[in-house]
């Protein structure tokens, strides 16, 4: 990062240090921020788990899981990141080992002579999460420093909730022991450069503001397709799967991001209320617009015969309001496909000659980041033939390899110490996406009815509902 945030001290407290989230993103983000000595010097790192592990075996695996993805392990960093970390041994159902963890939190800012701020980062289960809460404020962890200045702050991964009624249930007993203003929901897609990229793009050229409407705009499409499968996460995705996991949080927000009025300023408050306003407006989605299927492999990598958990799902949404009434929003996610490929589609209609031949826009979220326009031009010749041509804006070849932009977790943890929630989902906005996918989760719940099967590492179902 070139503008080098100013972070105060803090000590981040991990539910769940030792799980699979934690593992491959959370900690590899730290190590990174450690790394470019991005955090305060007076910054303490407090996992906690369940299990008898040592600090050793633990930044064993998170070495690991930085190799894979860098390639690289800077051992200066690590050492600077295992200095300030503590592991401890604690269930985090059980309501005792919560007064102890705050005295401890206590003796930690005497021994430093100051007040920290507190971040407790939940990187547990969601069936724990309210439990979880309680014994946060029953056991008093929710204060701050008695005599300081300093917030504490809850973190908390999606999904939030598994249904409007659990989510609506779950925001009333986090609203107990926590403000608004103290929850930071993670969605790591809103955190993504190129997902921020897409509102930038929005409000700085002007070119496409006047055309953002259904009478120039066909469809938008937003399309995360995923190479991986479940990857060892069965526990988690079984019982979730792609409507909760990818649709209801990440691909919402982006469509949010790309069909929402465009905010008044840049301040996070208008921000929230623009993406809360477009989710609002968005109708209910009708089940019969919506398709799943499962991985032909799925069953038996989560041991479950009767499995009606979908890997892959597409749902077509209608958005209320003048802006959008003709304009169909389909958002489609599939696990164990033949490419990883996220973008979202916005196809021109061409009211002047042929409407099959027109222009579309697309935000490549990955790979090989970038927006992409898509023209048609006259093929050189004698002939009045047309040639497809496109301008192409790469991250890679317009900021080079050596100006990477911080990663999305890197972004999350940056902004949640310093107390920036505009990248963070409000409760507002995370019942709204509820609403939308209620009758598809009513709908799709306990049974397989539509359900079809795909090959491993194909392209997926046909996706016309
Ligand atoms: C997570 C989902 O939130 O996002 C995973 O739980 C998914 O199932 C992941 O694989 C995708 O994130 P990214 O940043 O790799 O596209």
């Known amino acids: 990062m070139s503008d080098r945030p100013s972070l105060e001290p803090s000590i981040i407290v991990i539910f ?12 590899p983000a730290l190590y990174h921020l450690f790394k470019d000595n991005l955090l305060n010097e007076h910054t303490t790192i407090i996992g906690l788990t369940r299990q008898s592990m040592t600090t050793d075996e633990l930044f064993g695996q998170v070495e690991l899981c930085i190799n894979e993805v860098d390639n690289i392990c800077d051992p200066a960093g690590l050492k600077k990141m295992r200095e300030n970390t503590e592991l401890h ?3 985090p159902a059980d309501p005792v080992g919560y007064p ?24 547990i289960p969601p069936q724990l999460f309210t439990d979880v809460v309680h014994n946060i404020g029953a056991g008093g962890l929710n204060g701050s420093c008695q005599h300081g200045t300093a917030k504490t702050r809850l973190l908390v991964e999606k999904p939030f909730g598994y249904d409007l009624s659990s989510a609506e249930a779950l925001i009333a007993e986090t609203s107990k022991v926590f403000k608004e203003e103290q929850v930071f929901r993670i969605d790591h897609y809103l955190a993504k450069e190129t997902v ?17 409407d259904d009478a120039h705009i066909k469809t938008i499409e937003v399309v995360a397709r995923e190479k991986i499968g479940i990857a060892g996460r069965k526990n988690f995705y079984e019982g979730v799967g792609a409507l909760r996991d990818f649709i209801q949080s990440h691909l919402l927000q982006l469509a949010a991001i790309t069909t929402m009025e465009l905010p008044a300023d ?35 990598e989560v041991g479950n015969p009767d499995s009606t958990t979908e890997t892959f799902a ?9 802006r959008w009434q003709g304009t169909p929003l389909t958002i489609t996610t599939g696990k164990s496909l033949a490419e990883k490929r ?46 497809d041509a496109a301008m192409d804006f790469s991250y890679q070849h317009t900021f080079g390899e050596s100006s990477p932009h911080p990663d999305a977790y890197e972004r999350v943890l940056v902004d949640a110490v310093r107390g920036d929630r505009t990248l963070f989902a409000t409760s507002a906005e995370v019942l709204a996406s509820w609403r939308i ?8 719940r306990d049974n397989a009815d539509g359900m079809t099967t795909y090959a491993s590492g194909s392209t997926g179902p046909d996706i016309a509902p």
Not at 16 to 27: A, E, F, H, P
Not at 314 to 322: C, D, V
Not at 437 to 444: N, V
């Open 266 to 300: 840049s301040s996070s408050q208008s921000i929230h209320e623009s993406r809360q306003a477009l989710l609002e407006s968005i109708t209910p989605a009708d089940p019969a617009l919506a398709v799943r299927a499962q991985y032909d492999s799925y069953k038996d």
């Open 314 to 322: 597409s749902i077509k949404l209608f958005i209320g309001g003048e």
């Open 89 to 91: 041994q604690f269930d």
């Open 100 to 123: 102890k963890l705050l005295e401890y939190l206590n003796q930690l800012e005497e021994k430093q002579g100051m007040c920290l701020n507190r971040l407790y980062y939940l990187s």
């Open 437 to 444: 996918t209620e009758p598809i989760i009513q709908a799709w």
């Open 16 to 27: 769940g240090v030792t799980g699979d989230l934690s593992k491959r993103y959370l900690l």
């Open 342 to 387: 996220t973008e979202v589609t916005v196809t021109f209609t061409n009211p002047h000659i042929d409407s099959e031949v027109t222009n579309t826009l697309t935000f490549r979220l990955q790979p090989n980041e970038g927006i992409h326009l898509e023209l048609r031009i006259k093929k050189p010749g004698f002939d009045n033939e047309l040639e």
């Open 196 to 212: 921020q990229n897409i509102l930038t793009f929005r409000q700085h050229n002007p070119v496409f503001a006047g055309i953002w």
